[in-house]
T-cell receptor, first 112, second 117 residues
Framework: DQQVKQNSPSLSVQEGRISILNCDYTNSMFDYFLWYKKYPAEGPTFLISISSIKDKNEDGRFTVFLNKSAKHLSLHIVPSQPGDSAVYFCAAGAPGTYKYIFGTGTRLKVLA | GAVVSQHPSRVICKSGTSVKIECRSLDFQATTMFWYRQFPKQSLMLMATSNEGSKATYEQGVEKDKFLINHASLTLSTLTVTSAHPEDSSFYIC?????????????FGPGTRLLVL
């Protein structure tokens, strides 16, 4: 049972345009969400997070939106750069626990 | 920023041998560390939560006698894959719970690729 889902395994975007990566979850107890970026043969790198009391969090070119009623979050990258090409994982955690459940990842390719 | 290291980065071993993987938090103390496993094109799957000075908590379906975890200090956790078999070949990643500035989150190591022949 996949509690965190990223239904798009891959995405290609032209440099300078917006990249939108989506993530859905099923457990309404999740209250903390994160996005990680991962290059091949490396560990994930933390990008941005959002708690359930917010619906938007912005950090530079990265913005995460949370729609609690739809159990959906998205990561917007604008403008996209070739160096953003990587696999992006969303993760979710429940209150009182530091265990995160990860999605299957979306491979983003930014074309120069 | 918070840095987590893993050693070795890559290991090849024969079936039946044991392999130890180290995870260190370099510039912060981590009372809690996590061990994940990632198969190709799949998600990171949490194997166990490692707390300093106490027994690890294993996720359902993970054999604690096969994957031995020791969190001996606030900066070191080890995962030992005992009697490894080819199906144990995977990418093993640790993370440590820590704080960088105002942000507390999990910081991941670079991973260890295990290949069991």
């Amino acid at each position: 049972d996949q509690q965190v889902k990223q239904n798009s395994p891959s995405l290609s975007v032209q440099e300078g345009r917006i990249s939108i990566l989506n993530c859905d979850y099923t457990n309404s107890m999740f209250d903390y969400f994160l996005w990680y970026k991962k290059y091949p043969a490396e560990g994930p790198t933390f990008l941005i997070s959002i708690s359930s009391i917010k619906d938007k969090n912005e950090d530079g070119r990265f913005t995460v939106f949370l729609n609690k009623s739809a159990k959906h979050l998205s990561l917007h990258i604008v403008p996209s750069q070739p160096g953003d090409s990587a696999v992006y994982f969303c993760a979710a955690g429940a209150p009182g626990t530091y265990k995160y459940i990860f999605g299957t990842g979306t491979r983003l390719k930014v074309l120069a | 920023g918070a840095v987590v290291s893993q050693h070795p980065s890559r290991v090849i071993c024969k079936s039946g041998t044991s392999v130890k993987i180290e995870c260190r938090s370099l510039d912060f103390q981590a009372t809690t560390m996590f061990w994940y496993r990632q198969f190709p094109k799949q998600s990171l799957m949490l194997m166990a939560t490692s707390n300093e000075g106490s027994k690890a908590t294993y996720e359902q379906g993970v054999e604690k006698d096969k994957f031995l975890i020791n969190h001996a200090s606030l900066t070191l956790s080890t995962l030992t894959v005992t009697s490894a078999h080819p199906e144990d070949s995977s990418f093993y990643i640790c993370s440590a719970r820590g704080r960088a500035g105002a942000q507390e989150t999990q910081y991941f190591g670079p991973g260890t690729r295990l290949l069991v022949l």
